[in-house]
């Protein structure tokens, strides 16, 4: 199913649009993450001349690595969005060295060819979703940073007790 929306087929003022994508047809690139999920978009296209505006939910599941044991794990994501697009000819020029942005700029997209591609919304949404410091479970042990080993699966004998050298000196100079 195409994720492309061609916005010259919407003639009333509201309408509603659903989609459900496999994970395999959502093309990704370099991303952190990897859809596991079916991706399920629900949204009202709201008409305004030539304003669009997508209110609407986000379903899917991603799975990525932990930040701190690199295990992968799954993320549900469910998220609501409400995004305003314009056409690319009401772009700021580029060419202005300083440009104020109000308020009402900050969630506003442009589209251009009359269509607006569903899975740069998907891809937003879900980068917006992904905690910064992903874990896989609250108390995550992470890794050894002397050999290595998960410490979630296991233990080692490793001393992990480091002193820095600078302050060595003053070890020496503690009462007995």
Aim: proline letters at 7%; aromatic letters at 6%; charged letters at 30%.
């Amino acid at each position: 199913m195409s994720m492309i929306l061609d916005l010259r087929r919407f003639r009333s003022a509201v309408e509603r649009v659903e989609r459900t994508v496999e994970p395999a047809a959502f093309a990704l690139g370099t991303e952190d993450f990897r859809i596991t999920a079916p991706i399920e978009l629900a949204t009202d296209v709201r008409k305004d001349g030539r304003k669009f505006r997508l209110v609407g939910t986000l379903r899917t599941a991603v799975e990525m690595p932990c930040s701190r044991c690199l295990e992968p794990f799954t993320i549900p994501v469910q998220t609501t969005f409400d995004l305003m697009f314009l056409p690319q000819a009401d772009a700021p020029e580029s060419d202005k060295l300083e440009h104020k942005i109000d308020d009402d700029d900050v969630g506003v997209s442009f589209y251009s060819d009359d269509t607006i591609d569903l899975a740069d919304v998907v891809r937003e949404q879900i980068y917006l979703t992904l905690p910064m410091k992903p874990l896989c479970q609250v108390d995550c042990r992470g890794l050894c940073p002397i050999c290595g080993i998960n410490r979630n699966l296991g233990t080692c004998d490793c001393k992990s007790d480091w002193i820095d050298p600078r302050l060595a000196v003053l070890k020496g100079m503690r009462p007995q």
